[in-house]
C-alpha cells in the first residue's frame, strides 16, 4: 500500500486551513498547519512533508523566500502555491522561480485534488527515476572517486620527496619538472577535496561559538602561505567591528566558506590589488546576526554570468571546478540558515556579502 501523504498547509487564516485540513483528511492525506513562514520553514525541516501548500499572504517572510528556503532544504518537496483572485501573473513568477503548482483563489476541492494528484505523480516518477537510473549520485561518486585519487597521488608526493632530496636541484630543468609535479599534485589534490566538500551531508553536529573575525585572521593566513608570491602584491585591509558577538556555528565550515570566497580574490587580482574584508554586527532581529563583507578590485566578472557563480560546476578558470561558491552556499544557507550573495563588476572588482545570524534555529545546529 502507498504511504500516507503529507502535507503542509501554510496559511494564516486558520479558520480556512481548519476546512481545508477536513477535506484532505478524509481525502487520505496527513496534514500539518503553520500559519506563518517562519513555522513553515521550521516544520519543512522537521517533517519533511510530501507537499506544502503555500498562501502567499503571509506576515513574516515573503513567498518567494519561502519557496526557494524549501526547495533548498528538500527540492523534491513538492510546492503549490496560493493566488489571490486574478493573481495568474503572480503565479507564473512562481513557477519560474520553481513552485510545482498554482491555485487562484477561489478554488474548489476538485481543483485541488487534481492539482495534488498531479504534483505527487510527477514527483513520485522522479523518484523512482533517480533509483533505477543506472548512474550513480554524486554523493556517491565523489567519495569513490576522491580514494582512487588520492592514493595515488599520496605515492607520488611521497616518490617525489625521494627524487627531489637525491637530484642536483642546480640542475634548472629538473627543479623546474619537480616543481611542476609538485603543483600539480596540489591542484588535484584541492580539487579532491572541492568534491567532497560538496557532497559531505550536513553536519549535525560541530556547531561551537565560533569568533568571526578570528576565523577571518586564520584563513588570511592560510592563504598567504598558499598563495606565497603573489600575496607580496596583494594589500589585505581587515576594518573589522571589534564588538562582534561570538556565533553560533561549524567552524571548519565556516573556514572553508571564507577559504573559498577568499582564494577567488586572490585568482582575479593576479597582478596586484587589495582585498578589503569588514565585519559588522547587526542586533535587529535579536539576538541579531553577523556581517561579513569581502572585496576585491579584481577583474570582476561580465553581468550575464551573475546568476550562475553560485551553481556547481560553474566556472570561468581554466582550471577551475566551479564548486568553491556552490559549497559556500551550501554552508551559509544551508547549515547555518544564513544568506550569501555575490556582486561582480567586469573590470572593476567583486563583493561577496555573508549574513550569518548569531544563533540559528535547533534544526540546524542538530541540538535537542
Ligand atoms: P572556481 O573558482 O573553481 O571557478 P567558484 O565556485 O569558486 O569556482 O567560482 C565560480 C566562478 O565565479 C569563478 O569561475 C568566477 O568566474 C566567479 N567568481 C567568483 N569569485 C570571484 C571574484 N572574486 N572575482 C571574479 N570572479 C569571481
Ligand atoms: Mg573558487
Keep these: 500500500m502507498e504511504a500516507t501523504k503529507k502535507i503542509l498547509l501554510v496559511e494564516d487564516n486558520l479558520e480556512d486551513a481548519e476546512v481545508v485540513r477536513r477535506f484532505l483528511e478524509y481525502q487520505g492525506y496527513k496534514i500539518s498547519i503553520a500559519q506563518d513562514g517562519q513555522t513553515a520553514i521550521e516544520k ?55 513552485a510545482d503548482d498554482y491555485l487562484s483563489r477561489p478554488f474548489g476541492n476538485n481543483s485541488l485534488l487534481n492539482s495534488l494528484k498531479a504534483v505527487f505523480q510527477i514527483r513520485d516518477a522522479h523518484i523512482e527515476d533517480k533509483k533505477h537510473s ?79 573575525n578570528e576565523v577571518i585572521s586564520v584563513v588570511i593566513n592560510i592563504l598567504c602561505h598558499m598563495f606565497e608570491e603573489l600575496s607580496q602584491k596583494i594589500r589585505i585591509t581587515t576594518e573589522i567591528d571589534p564588538q562582534l558577538p561570538r556565533i553560533q556555528a561549524n567552524y571548519e565550515e565556516i573556514k572553508r566558506a571564507f577559504l573559498n570566497i577568499l582564494k577567488n580574490s586572490f585568482e582575479a587580482i593576479r597582478e596586484e590589488g587589495e582585498i578589503t574584508i569588514r565585519t559588522s554586527f547587526n542586533p ?85
Design 44 to 98: 519543512v525541516l522537521r517533517e519533511t512533508p510530501d507537499a506544502v501548500l503555500l498562501d502567499l499572504i503571509l506576515p513574516d517572510i515573503p513567498g518567494k523566500e519561502i519557496l526557494k528556503k524549501i526547495k533548498e532544504i528538500n527540492d523534491e518537496i513538492a510546492v503549490i502555491i496560493i493566488t489571490g483572485y486574478g493573481g495568474e501573473e503572480v503565479a507564473v513568477d512562481f513557477m519560474k522561480a520553481g
Design 134 to 212: 543506472r548512474f550513480p549520485s554524486l554523493e556517491k561518486f565523489f567519495p569513490f572517486l576522491a580514494h582512487e585519487v588520492r592514493n595515488p597521488l599520496h605515492a607520488i608526493g611521497g616518490a617525489l620527496v625521494i627524487i627531489q632530496r637525491r637530484s642536483d636541484l642546480k640542475d634548472e630543468i629538473i627543479s623546474r619538472s619537480i616543481k611542476v609535479i609538485q603543483e600539480e599534485v596540489q591542484h588535484l589534490n584541492e580539487f579532491v577535496q572541492e568534491c567532497l566538500d560538496f557532497v559531505r551531508p550536513p553536519a549535525k553536529s560541530g556547531f561551537i561559538e565560533v569568533e568571526i
Design 284 to 368: 535587529e532581529p535579536p539576538p541579531g546576526s553577523v556581517e561579513i563583507l569581502f572585496t576585491d578590485n579584481g577583474m570582476g566578472n561580465k553581468k550575464e554570468n551573475s546568476r550562475l557563480l553560485f551553481s556547481p560546476f560553474f566556472t570561468t578558470k581554466a582550471r577551475g571546478t566551479g564548486l568553491g561558491l556552490a559549497i559556500c552556499h551550501r554552508i551559509v544557507a544551508q547549515r547555518h540558515n544564513g544568506e550569501i550573495h555575490i556582486e561582480s563588476e567586469e573590470g572593476k572588482g567583486t563583493t561577496v556579502k555573508i549574513v550569518l545570524p548569531v544563533s540559528p534555529p535547533r534544526e540546524f545546529t542538530g541540538d535537542q
